[in-house]
């Protein structure tokens, strides 16, 4: 199963769309985001794309009871807080916002760990569990939209960069 993976959204809706729209064109239907989406409309490009979302909160999302009311609207979004355990095809996730909050042990009781908030594409491994950060979707902070989609069977991450004529026509 390969999934989208977001992070730090935080509302540049053109970048979120074009790498949804780049998700979608390689087949991807479920993305996991970790957090800073900030607005509820930031799922406008997702909700647009009929792709599912599972998410966590993270220190920038300044309406959450709006995220949770756009989330409950039946299109198949769920926002939690961070940092949220699950199962995901057969292999158990922890998405996290800021992975500082996370013990060692239960980064070490999962296969993958999605986590944001330093805004930096990141890929290592602790043991047998993949860490992840996919960088910042928005590209606020260091100019550059960026995500990544995630085989879970092999771990396999390609990441995904746009540059400005991508994303700012």
Partial sequence: MRVGILAD?????PAIA??????????ISTILHAGDYCSPFALAPIADAHMSLAGVFGRNDGDP????????????????????SFEIGGHQVLLVHDIAEVQARSLESHGVVIHGFTHRQEMKT?????????????????GTPQAAILDLQTKNVEFLTLDASEWTR
């Fill in 9 to 13: 959204s935080h509302d540049r809706v």
């Fill in 65 to 84: 009871q709006g995220l949770l009311a756009r989330a409950q609207t039946g299109f198949g979004v769920e926002i939690f807080e961070s940092p949220h």
């Fill in 18 to 27: 074009e790498l949804v729209r780049r998700m979608a064109a390689a087949g």
């Fill in 126 to 142: 602790r043991g047998d569990t993949l860490l992840l950060n996919p960088g910042e979707s928005c590209g606020w902070v260091y």
